[in-house]
Every structure is written in C-alpha cells, then in structure tokens.
C-alpha cells in the first residue's frame, strides 16, 4: 500500500500561482511515474502533468508553459508549480502514483486538494 497525501491547493484570483505537494508513503520502494490529475466541475479527471523517476515530464496541453512539475526522490515527493492560473484550472487535484509490476498502472491516490480560481 502507497499512501499519498496532498497540500497546497486554495482560492487564487485568475493570473495568481499556487504550488502544490504530495508526499508518498507506506511502501514506496519500487515507485515509477507519479502524475498530477485534475477534476474540474462538470468534466472527467484528466491527466495535468507526469514525471518519471529520472524527472523526464509531460504535461497536458492547455497548461504546458504555465505548470511545471518536479520531483524530489529523496522526499518521496512531487510538487506542482502553477503560475498563469485561469478558471478553468479550477477543480480537486489529485496525486497518482504508479507501484509498477504486477499492480495496475497509476493505482494509488490522494484523496485530493481544492484549487479554485476566481476574481
């Protein structure tokens, strides 16, 4: 079991930044990718951004320039930077983090942190 906590998230006023962390634990020994996803109102969880354990990252378009994502192995722990926040950045963000073989792909979550946007 991989246990995933998140902070940071909050109410920022559109062009604000918000940094926001997860910080893994349990058996955390064999982790690869780890990814930020979104939830916004009324949309599907989507995909925010990806890092690998060497700190490739990938980040999905509508937020690439403005979110960058790193990686802290010794921690245990990715962060998520947004800069540029606009309102539809707005919705609960997740932590995923993927155990690799035999357990499913991207199979342990946090619970999730508020991030609204909004003048």
């Known amino acids: 079991q991989v246990q995933l906590k998140e902070s940071g998230g909050g109410s920022v006023q559109p062009g604000g930044s918000l940094r926001l962390s997860c910080v893994a634990s349990?058996?955390?020994?064999?982790?690869?990718?780890m990814a930020w996803h979104r939830q916004s109102p009324g949309k599907r969880r989507e995909m925010v951004a990806i890092i690998t354990t060497d700190g490739q990252a990938n980040y999905e378009d509508s937020v690439k320039g403005r979110f960058v994502i790193s990686r802290d192995n010794a921690k245990n722990a990715i962060y998520l930077q947004m800069n540029g926040l606009k309102s539809e950045d707005t919705g609960v963000y997740y932590c995923a983090a993927d155990r690799g073989p035999p357990y499913p792909y991207l199979d342990s979550w946090g619970q999730g942190t508020q991030v609204t946007v909004s003048s």
């Open positions: 349990g058996n955390i020994f064999n982790l690869n990718v």
